[in-house]
């Protein structure tokens, strides 16, 4: 079987707009969810609401890959499928090596859609002298003092980051030096690379600040109403006191038959 090494995927080499291949795995998710049930053929709009985009995105999307469908059948699920896959490269085999196997790196390790997905980890690497040996997911732990030699012998080119942000960009170094050329970063911290190395960062805390403002946001929201409805009300108060006249206090009127005190015009003084 091919590896990572020998093939790219020719996405950006067909004029595949990073936007729609950033939503691949979405319908590629999607799709084989629909061919484990056994479904045949999917519209545009029933897939675009699996995968969360509107049917105008994703019949776009899919005219980059040469797929238009059949009027009044839709998409062929298993042949997407194929498509998207190919695509994507993982018609392949693509060996992942994960540095950093503390408790992430073990679930990451754990975790059955690599191989299902075209992924094999190939192995786990860690700077703990203590962890070395050790069966992780099936896989003996094996040291950073290794790593240069783990990758050139099992044609990596794709390196998982799970360190403490302190170390993320010397194993970063390293497994560019050695020939890594793509990184997905779960350290947090900001990487540096070289021009052709791809990095796709993956911090779970700026995820949840991002959610934290929305959930934020909406409870403002939610309060809005009763905000407006203070206003309105305070709104309307002001303008019913400028519509009506002021009361005003009036004299007593004299013999002048309702003239003031000195005998002119009525006295009238706002309250």
């Known amino acids: 079987m091919a590896t990572g090494r020998t093939h790219r995927p020719a996405t950006r080499s067909r004029g595949i707009p990073e936007a729609t ?3 691949l795995p979405l319908y590629l998710r999607a799709l084989t969810a629909l061919s484990e049930r056994s479904v045949p053929t ?5 897939l675009a609401a699996a995968a969360g985009v509107n049917s105008a995105k994703l019949r776009k999307d899919f005219s980059y890959l040469g797929s238009y469908g059949t009027r009044g059948v839709g998409y062929d699920v298993e042949y997407l499928v194929y498509q998207i896959s ?3 490269g993982l018609t392949q085999d693509w060996p992942v090596v994960i540095v950093g196997i503390g408790n992430l790196g073990a679930a990451l390790a754990n975790y059955g859609g690599f191989a299902s997905r075209g992924f094999r980890v190939a192995a786990l690497i860690d700077a703990d002298p203590a962890m070395a040996g050790k069966p992780v997911a099936g896989l003996p732990v094996r040291h950073t003092d290794e790593l240069e030699a783990i990758i050139s012998d099992n044609g990596v080119s794709i390196g998982v980051i799970a360190t403490p942000a302190g170390a993320a960009q010397q194993v970063c ?4 030096n050695a020939g890594v050329t793509s990184i997905l970063n779960f350290a947090p911290t900001v990487l540096t690379v070289p021009e052709g190395v791809d990095v ?3 911090d779970l805390s700026i995820e949840l600040q991002i959610l934290a403002f929305h959930e934020q946001r909406k409870a403002g929201e939610d309060a809005d109403p009763a905000a407006s409805a203070a206003a309105a009300a305070a709104t309307s108060a ?3 006191a400028v519509a009506t006249p002021p009361p005003v206090a009036r004299t007593a009127t004299g013999a002048g038959g309702g003239k003031g005190p000195d005998g002119d015009v009525p006295a009238v003084m706002p309250a």
């Open 173 to 176: 170094d390293r497994l560019v």
């Open 200 to 202: 796709r960062k993956v």
């Open 238 to 240: 002001a303008a019913a």
């Open 86 to 88: 190919r695509e994507l």
């Open 42 to 46: 999917v519209s545009s709009e029933e």
């Open 21 to 23: 291949v950033a939503r």
